[in-house]
Each structure stands twice: as structure tokens, then as C-alpha cells.
């Protein structure tokens, strides 16, 4: 049987609600060979022009029902408040910080792709649909260009939200206000009952916690379905009495294999991460966002966070910001914690982040596109020549630190495809290149 094409098959499901959010097409493409993806420059939001007049045209409006859609989904990832709830976070009253520039046009810097092929920077992004990309080298802003979307415009970046929670949780530790050995009981009793009852903090912030959590995106009866409902992401069908918040929903996943034996990719550790740093802190994690790193680090613009019926902050795939702000919070890691004349965070919790995780555990993710990494404090670590590790979200979310080469790269995106292996192998070579080009 031939086999579909992989946005053919997206609209099939989603229009019969299988599919949740916008992540949906990596399950797809596990089966699937080749997919045709729409050109591009067709679905550049300028192109589209949706939301534009007053009231828009029934063919331009993007709302629930046609927000998880593509290339709908593409004006949804920028315009997140306006589609679902969400809690500002602030960047205080001061001036934005300086970011001062060496530009260099690197839109034709040629290199070869997974296939040996040759291309350059502006084919990279514009055939990983990217709209936006910031390179800084030490510190200054050596390359910046958006595709599709503006300076000013907060992106969603869905899990490179987990990085920023398992940051605030690593300096936490550090403070002794979060002890990593500790059960998750000690600081969420209401937990007890639940896959975290006898799973120890570190194993969450590493996500070596064995928990019965499966996203597969094509099937309701898994896990990820309710926890969509359960986060406001997916409206639940008329039928559903199930949890309708991200707490309740936690307490009901159970238990599944041994903790610590291995590292399996869940996003429900990083909202368990995040209902600690909240119990420490007694704070929304907006507040501690903004107190902790968006004031310090001199933001130009705010950021938000989605959060369900209640309140509840998604922190495992809910920050929304924009590219500068991002690669400002990039060089403060850079340098070890610190920017913009404070001490953001301590140099002991990057030093302990960088280092990375159980390598051997790591094999046990089954993610062969990811070979040879880690994962630490919710961060991926490459433990190449260079010393890289990044942040990552579906779609094409990265920020991506390369202490060697002194560059920090932020990339946002509107990729079609959900999932990091599709283009993961020529984003590595993209990688290698920029490191190339800021150190001549």
C-alpha cells in the first residue's frame, strides 16, 4: 500500500480529532516515506494573509477550529494569546540591555547538507521553514534575519519551555531550596498515589522516572490525550469525564518499568518539575520567570505562558517569547550565569547542567537522531568537540549554545513536520557551518 502523504494524513485525522495541538505529524512520519511538503516561501504569513482584514474573510480567520491545521498553525504559533489562556511574564521597567552588533552576511555561506548536496544559510532556513534566526558571537549580533515574523513577535516554543523549568529547578537546588534526592512526595504530597510516589526529584529533572506516559498521537486511548484536555491544548470530546486540569491529570498516571534505569523523553516530568518549583517558591511560575531571568536579563519585550482551566502554567511547552530575548538568555549561559551585570544564575549550575547526563541511559530514548547525546536538567547535551548543548521544541524551536565557537544560535520555526528527526541530521550540518563562519 502506498503511503500517504504526511499532510494528506494530518487533515485526515484532525478533522476526525486524533491528532492534538500541533505536534502532530511525528507519529506520521514514522511511517511515511518522502513527504511533500508545501513550498515554503507559499506559506509565509505575509503570503497568507490571515486575520488581516476587519473582520477577516471566513477563509482568513484562524481560530479553534482550524488552529492545529497547517499552514493555519503557522499564524496560531504567534498569535498564542489570542487563541488560548495564558499568564504574562514581565520584563520590569528598565531599559532593554544592549546587544551590540558585528553583522556579517552569512545569507550565502555554502555547506553541504545530510546528502553531501550543497547549500547555504538562507536555503537552511528557508527550507526548514524557519521565521526567525538570531547568531550572536560573543555576545554581539553578528547575523539576524526573520522570515516570518517580526522582531517584537513572542514565538510559541513549546518544550524549550522544559529547559527554562529545569534551570530555576537547578539553581533551586543549589539555593538547598530543592534537594535532587529527595522524593517528589516531600515537596508534592498529593503526588503519592501516583507514578512520582516513590521517584526521586533527580530522576525528574533528568527524566529517568518510569511513568506510564505515551504520546502517540494517533491513538486516544494513550496518555497524551488526556493530558491535552487536561491543559486547555485540545478542547475534550463531549463524552470526556476525565481531568480538566494538569495537576489532577498528574496524580492519575501510575507507575511503569523501574525508576533511574533509563532516560525516556515525557513531558509530564517537566510539569511535575514545575509544580515543585512552585511549592518551593510559593510563586506562579510567571513570577519567578520574570523576578528570576526576564527583569534581570534586560528583555526587550514580555513574555507569556499558557496555563489550563485554573491557572496552571504549562512548563513543559507553554513559554512564548521572541528570538532576542532567547538569545540574551542564551549568552547569560554562555558565560557561565551571568549578563547584563548580574549574577542570573550560579556558574555551579551550568557547570553541573553542561557536564550531561548518564550517556548509557540515554540509548534506552530509542531517538537514533540523537545518538551520542545526554539530557540533564532538562537540557540536551551533544558531547561533541565543541561542547554544545541546546534546547529544543517541535516544529523547529532551538536555542543552542556553542561555548568553543563563543556563539549562542536561536532558531524559530513553523516546520510542517512536528518532530526534531526530520531535519535534525541538516540542522547539525547548519550548526557546524555557523560555528565556521563566526570564527573567521
Not at 283 to 291: N, P, W
Not at 306 to 317: E, H, N, R
Not at 378 to 400: I, K, P, T
Request: net charge positive; hydrophobic share 40%; charged share 25%.
Amino acid at each position: 500500500m502506498k503511503p500517504l502523504n504526511p499532510l494528506t494524513l494530518f487533515r485526515l485525522v484532525s478533522a476526525r480529532r486524533l491528532v492534538p495541538a500541533v505536534w502532530a505529524l511525528s507519529c506520521v512520519l514514522a511511517h511515511a516515506q518522502a513527504p511533500q511538503l508545501p513550498p515554503p516561501d507559499s506559506v509565509l504569513l505575509d503570503k497568507l494573509g490571515y486575520m488581516r482584514s476587519f473582520p477577516p474573510t471566513s477563509d482568513k480567520q484562524v481560530d479553534q477550529s482550524n488552529r492545529i491545521k497547517y499552514p493555519q498553525m503557522s499564524w496560531a504559533l504567534q498569535n498564542t494569546r489570542q487563541l488560548l489562556p495564558t499568564h504574562n511574564i514581565r520584563r520590569g521597567a528598565r531599559a532593554p540591555s544592549e546587544l551590540p552588533r558585528s553583522e556579517k552576511n552569512l545569507d550565502e555561506w555554502a555547506f553541504a547538507d545530510e546528502k553531501g548536496a550543497r547549500t547555504t544559510v538562507a536555503d537552511w532556513q528557508r527550507d526548514t521553514y524557519t521565521d526567525a534566526l538570531v547568531v550572536l558571537h560573543r555576545g554581539r549580533i553578528v547575523y539576524e534575519r526573520y522570515r516570518n515574523t517580526r522582531p517584537e513577535t513572542p514565538h510559541l516554543l513549546f518544550s524549550v519551555t522544559k529547559s527554562f523549568t529545569g534551570l530555576i529547578a537547578a539553581q533551586l537546588a543549589h539555593e538547598g531550596k530543592i534537594d535532587p534526592n529527595a522524593m517528589v512526595t516531600q515537596y508534592v504530597p498529593e503526588l503519592a498515589d501516583s507514578a512520582w510516589g516513590d521517584m526521586k526529584v533527580r530522576e525528574v529533572m533528568d527524566m529517568t522516572g518510569a511513568v506510564k506516559f505515551r504520546e502517540v498521537y494517533t491513538d486516544p486511548s494513550t496518555e497524551i490525550f488526556p493530558y491535552l484536555y487536561a491543559s486547555a491544548m485540545l478542547p475534550p470530546p463531549p463524552n470526556y469525564a476525565g481531568p480538566r486540569d494538569i495537576y489532577s491529570f498528574l496524580k492519575t498516571l501510575k507507575k511503569e518499568g523501574e525508576h533511574g534505569a533509563g532516560f525516556v523523553y515525557r513531558t509530564v516530568h517537566s510539569e511535575v518539575l514545575g509544580w515543585i518549583v512552585s511549592r518551593v517558591t510559593g510563586k506562579h511560575f510567571a513570577e519567578v520567570m520574570s523576578e528570576r531571568i526576564w527583569s534581570k536579563l534586560g528583555m526587550e519585550e514580555d513574555a507569556y505562558v499558557l496555563v489550563d482551566s485554573v491557572g496552571t502554567p504549562l512548563q513543559g511547552a507553554g513559554l512564548n517569547a521572541t528570538a532576542r530575548d532567547l538569545a540574551r538568555f542564551g549568552e547569560m549561559l554562555r558565560r557561565g550565569g551571568e549578563f547584563n551585570g548580574q549574577r542570573i544564575l550560579d556558574k555551579a549550575v551550568i557547570e553541573d547542567t553542561v557536564k550531561g547526563g548518564d550517556r548509557e541511559k540515554f540509548k534506552a530514548s530509542g531517538m537514533a537522531f540523537r545518538a551520542g547525546y545526554s539530557y540533564r536538567n532538562q537540557w540536551w547535551m551533544l558531547h561533541n568537540a565543541d561542547g554544545a548543548y541546546e534546547a529544543s521544541g517541535v516544529h523547529g524551536q532551538m536555542v543552542r549554545i556553542n561555548p568553543a565557537a563563543e556563539m549562542v544560535v536561536v532558531k524559530l520555526s513553523s516546520h510542517p513536520v512536528a518532530g526534531a528527526g526530520f531535519t535534525h541530521p541538516l540542522t547539525l550540518k547548519a550548526w557546524a557551518a555557523l560555528a565556521e563562519a563566526v570564527r573567521r
